[in-house]
C-alpha cells in the first residue's frame, strides 16, 4: 500500500482572527511572526500553494520600535512614473505621518510575489492605536 502526502485545499483551512499587540515590539521581529501566521506555517495543515494561515489585527503599530539608527537612516523609495519623480520618506516621518504603513511594507516584504501573495495581504488589518472594529470576530491574542 502506498502512501501519500496530504495536500490541503482551499476548504481545509478554518481560518481564525489572531491579534497582536505592536507596543514596544522590534519592527522585523513583527513582522516576520505576521507574515508566518498569515502564510499559515504555524500550521500542521501548511501547503505552500494554499491559503492555509490566519487573519492578523495588528492594534498600537505608532508604538512599534526601530533598533540603533533606523529611524533616521532607513528610507521607503516610491516613483511617480515621470523622469526626476523618486520620492524618498524616512522611517521616522513614515512613523509619524502614517505608522500603519510601516508594519505593511515590512510585512508585504515577506510574503510571496504572486498572486497568493496578494490575497495573504488582504487579510492584514493594521490599527495605529488600540481600537479596531473586528471585535465581533473574538480574535485570540497572541
Known sequence: ??????????????????IVDAKGVVLGRLASLIASRLRGKH???????VDTG???????????VLTGRKLDQKCYYRH?????GLKTITAKK????????LIRF???G?????????????KLK??????HPHISQQPEAI
Open 126 to 131: 493594521v490599527y495605529a492605536g488600540d481600537k
Open 43 to 49: 500550521n500542521p495543515l501548511f501547503t505552500p500553494h
Open 54 to 64: 490566519d487573519w492578523v489585527i495588528v492594534i498600537n503599530a505608532d508604538k512599534i
Open 106 to 108: 515590512a510585512v508585504k
Open 80 to 84: 511617480s512614473g515621470y523622469v526626476g
Open 1 to 18: 500500500m502506498k502512501k501519500y502526502t496530504y495536500s490541503a485545499t482551499r476548504s481545509d483551512n478554518k481560518g481564525k482572527w489572531c
Open 94 to 101: 513614515l512613523l509619524e505621518k502614517r505608522p500603519e504603513d
Open 110 to 122: 515577506m510574503l510571496p510575489k504572486n498572486r497568493l501573495g496578494s490575497k495573504l495581504f488582504k
